[in-house]
């Protein structure tokens, strides 16, 4: 089966731009996460999806973050504006459940702000 | 607060030695643990889980982990390291009432040599 895909693999933006990165999770998997990885560091999560509802978005800085899964397949993950601390690795995921299902990762966008 | 732990940033092991990667949880109740291993500028990739029953977990490329209540670890063996092996390693932990809520351990750098 085809992997969690993302894209692009690398971005470098300038402070205060805009930026966006998209995931297309394995087909079939109903539960699509967006997690942080910061360098030397384990994943945090950001956001979780059941199909299209956010079920779990504690833990996303809504003033800049925004994240969307339309018709419960793909999803993008927008930064706006983007400040130099959003430099990081943004890694998507995908389950067929909530429950004890391991994830499958995407290889992840490296976003560099300078 | 939960939380998971890796004491070790760095394991260092010869080729052939038996190695061991620590976790430790903090989860309450019963959780459900994992590993995953991450190679250079790549996803995260599942090895093995614990949900319940037997102690002993086995999972993929030879690497098994060891469930002990009593002490809350999970740490992540292999009887033959191989230089293959060398890879980031991450321990992660959920409640059973949010399942696909990871919480990550901060890695663990294995390093086999020749």
């Known amino acids: 089966e085809a992997g969690v895909v993302q894209s692009p693999r690398y971005k470098i933006i300038e402070k205060k731009q805009p930026v966006a990165f998209w995931c297309n999770p394995i087909?079939?998997?109903?539960?699509l996460y967006w997690y942080l990885q910061n360098l030397g560091q384990g994943p945090e999560l950001l956001i979780r999806?059941?199909?299209?509802?956010?079920?779990?978005d504690s833990q996303l800085p809504k003033d800049r973050f925004s994240a969307e899964r339309l018709k419960g397949v793909d999803s993008t993950l927008k930064i706006q504006p983007a400040e130099l601390g959003d430099s990081a690795v943004y890694l998507c995921?995908?389950?067929?459940?909530?429950?004890?299902?391991?994830?499958?990762f995407g290889n992840g966008t490296r976003l560099t702000v300078t | 607060a939960q939380s998971v732990a890796q004491p070790e940033d760095q394991v260092n092991v010869a080729e052939g030695n038996p190695l061991t990667v620590k976790c430790t949880y903090s989860?309450?109740?019963?959780?459900?643990l994992f590993w995953y291993v991450q190679y250079p500028n790549r996803g995260l990739q599942f090895l093995l889980k614990y949900i319940t029953g037997d102690n002993l977990v086995k999972g993929s490329y030879g690497f098994e982990a060891e469930f002990n209540k009593s002490q809350t670890s999970f740490h992540l063996k292999k009887p033959s390291a191989l230089v293959s092996d060398s890879a980031l390693y991450f321990c992660a932990g959920s409640h059973r009432n949010q399942g696909g809520k990871l919480i990550f351990g901060q890695g663990t750098e294995l390093s086999v040599k020749p």
């Open positions: 999806y059941e199909n299209e509802e956010a079920v779990d």
């Open positions: 087909s079939g998997h109903n539960t």
């Open positions: 995921a995908s389950s067929s459940d909530r429950g004890n299902s391991p994830l499958h």
């Open positions: 989860v309450s109740g019963n959780p459900y």
